[in-house]
């Protein structure tokens, strides 16, 4: 049962371990790529700046872990957060930001919470990438890490994943090894028992046989005895 028990939990280790992994594969490749990757309609990115710190309950602090839902442009509403493509300094860049209302030229207007004023470009159907629909906030150290060493993390974290694996792996080929082992030596011991017990019981009619035998030539002996 402990086995059985300490595998469950090594296994669960590594899926959780596994899990954060992808996270921060798909949050990176977001932030490298400018769009977000989507899984089952989801995805994730790391908040790279604090223009979205503040108090409402979806403000975002930097390196918070973004869940992304890919939804409908039609679907925004005002004050919602969520994703677009935009250019700063001449780079396209991915921005997190909530929506505060309808701009002039079509499409809504963004400002981040942290932010003094509003973005100068609005979000339309072309630019738009995503709403916000929930952060991850236990993996900050982790986010912080993959988006300032990106590569070295990636590779330190496959190669920590890849021994784990190779090693419960072998773990549950020799546990596994060990019970059959049990097994068969179990098996062994009851056959070696049951061979002990009809060896014995030959052996006890032999000698009654013989005891039999000996009184069927000897009959004056039985009747001495008597």
Do not use: C, W
Not at 147 to 170: C, H, K, P, Y
């Amino acid at each position: 049962m402990k086995k059985i028990i300490s595998i469950i939990i090594t296994t669960l280790a590594i899926l959780i371990f596994l899990f954060a992994i992808v996270i921060m594969f798909i949050g990176t490749s977001a932030m490298r790529n400018n769009e977000p990757l989507y899984i089952f309609g989801y995805s994730f990115s790391i908040v790279p700046t604090d223009s979205m710190i503040g108090d409402e309950p979806d403000s975002l602090d930097v390196y918070d872990i973004a869940i992304i839902r890919d939804s409908s442009f039609d679907d925004i509403e005002i004050g919602d957060v969520i994703v677009f493509q935009s250019e700063i300094q001449g780079a396209d860049v991915l921005v997190i930001h909530r929506v505060v209302g309808l701009h002039y030229e079509g499409g809504y207007e963004t400002k981040g919470d942290n932010n003094a004023s509003v973005d100068v470009e609005p979000v339309t159907s072309e630019n738009y990438q995503g709403t916000f629909n929930g952060k991850i906030t236990f993996l900050k150290p982790l986010a912080s890490l993959a988006a300032n060493s990106r590569d070295l993390i990636f590779i330190g974290l496959s190669v920590i994943l890849v021994v784990m694996v190779v090693t419960e792996t072998m773990h549950i080929i020799k546990t596994v090894k060990h019970d059959k082992e049990e097994k068969l030596k179990k098996e062994l011991d009851e056959n070696l028992e049951s061979l002990k017990a009809l060896e014995k019981e030959k052996l006890y009619q032999e000698i009654l046989k013989e005891e039999q035998e000996k009184m069927k030539s000897n009959p004056s002996n039985s009747i001495d005895k008597k």
